[in-house]
């Protein structure tokens, strides 16, 4: 009676060891020039140079900080796994159109499909820029 309990146990195993991992981390720090404003976390952030890096290094997922080079502005958001369609050649800010303004969706960095995207807010519906 127990043989059935161990093949149930180690085909549930093998499923889960075959199961591809989420990977959804932006280890350090990512350093963008922006040229044009754009929101985060319903913040508006004139254009510039900013530090974009995890809340915890040690699950990259819960939370980030966008910190202007000056010191002078930080926001904090929210953060969900990404996953790109493509390995980006280089680190990749997304941005989204809501009315007028650039939206900051996702961050993926050079060579890694996995990213993250800044979780859901408040504001309108956003389309992607090629759209």
């Given at each position: ?13 093998a ?18 020039t ?57 680190t ?40």
């Amino acid at each position: 009676m127990r043989r059935p309990n161990i093949v149930v146990f180690l085909s549930i195993l093998a499923l889960l060891g075959s199961a591809p991992v989420l990977s959804a981390q932006i280890i350090g720090r990512v350093v963008a020039t922006i040229p044009h404003p754009f929101v985060v976390d319903n913040t508006t952030l004139p254009a510039g140079t900013y530090y974009f890096q995890p809340i915890s290094q040690a699950n990259p997922q819960i939370g980030m900080t966008c910190l202007s080079a000056d010191g002078q502005t930080v926001v904090a958001f929210l953060v969900d796994a990404a996953h790109a369609d493509h390995k980006p050649q280089r680190t990749e800010l997304i941005f989204g159109h809501s009315g007028n303004e650039e939206v900051l969706r996702k961050i993926f960095e050079a060579d890694d499909q996995w990213g993250l995207q800044v979780a859901a807010t408040e504001l309108p519906q956003m389309r992607n820029e090629g759209e």
